[in-house]
């Protein structure tokens, strides 16, 4: 079955760029998306079409893809940033795939 | 405005069976596939599988095929994720979400399901 593949955390310091990979053999040929989920909340799209943001998200939120891989880069870094991130893919039958996610840890 | 509300928290038994709903509102129901997310305690989220309430048209994540039935009502905008026999490995928080052409932009505020003796 498809895969997308995160790092399990990541760690930055305020007002730090913090970047979230994620890998898959189809990224090459679909669209990547990205959400964040805080505790308790429901998930929050932040970026889809590999590189969009939906009205609302703070332009310091920013996505890429090149080949298989996808990119989530937060400039300026801030504690209310601290959440779990998901990238999101299609696989060929066009059913959603989620990678493992990231924890987000603002120091 | 679109929103998705579901049904509230369930406590289960083993063996018992459940269904949980996902009602639409603010846009046109049977016009975009709502999905099914589920969430384990501590744990990542996984697809479950998608319907499109205008033809009912539904596909399964191949972890879940089998496993629960997703339908929808599109009279009542609503859609639902059911199972006829619960195991304590069902226990999970489970959303709703539309899917768009941009992804999954609308979510509900999640059912939590308890499945324990």
């Known amino acids: 079955s498809y895969e997308l593949t995160q790092p399990p955390s990541v760690s930055v310091s305020p007002g730090q760029t913090a970047s979230i990979s994620c890998s898959g053999e189809?990224?090459?040929?679909?669209?990547a998306c990205w959400y964040q989920q805080k505790p308790g909340q429901s998930p929050v799209l932040v970026i889809y079409?590999?590189?969009k943001r939906p009205s609302g998200i703070p332009e310091r939120f920013s996505g890429s893809k090149s080949g298989n891989s996808a990119t989530l880069t937060i400039s300026g870094t801030q504690a209310v940033d601290e959440a779990d991130y998901y990238c999101?893919?299609?696989?060929?039958?066009?059913?959603?795939?989620f990678g493992g996610g990231t924890k987000l840890t603002v120091l | 405005e679109v929103h998705l509300v579901q049904s509230g928290t369930e406590v289960k038994k083993p063996g018992e069976s459940l269904k949980i709903s996902c009602r639409g509102s603010?846009?046109?129901?049977?016009?975009?596939?709502i999905g099914w997310v589920r969430q384990m305690p501590g744990k990542g989220l996984e697809w479950v599988g998608i319907i499109y309430p205008g033809d009912s048209d539904t596909r399964y994540s191949p972890s879940f095929q089998g496993q629960v039935t997703i339908s929808a009502d599109k009279s009542i905008s609503t859609a639902y994720l059911q199972w006829n026999s619960l195991k304590a490995s069902d226990t999970a928080m489970y959303y709703c979400?539309?899917?768009?052409?941009?992804?999954?932009?609308?979510w509900g505020q999640g059912s939590l399901v308890t499945v324990s003796s």
């Open positions: 079409q590999n590189a």
């Open positions: 603010g846009y046109r129901f049977d016009t975009y596939w």
């Open positions: 999101q893919s299609w696989d060929s039958s066009t059913l959603v795939v």
């Open positions: 979400a539309r899917q768009d052409s941009s992804g999954l932009v609308y």
């Open positions: 189809n990224l090459g040929s679909t669209n």
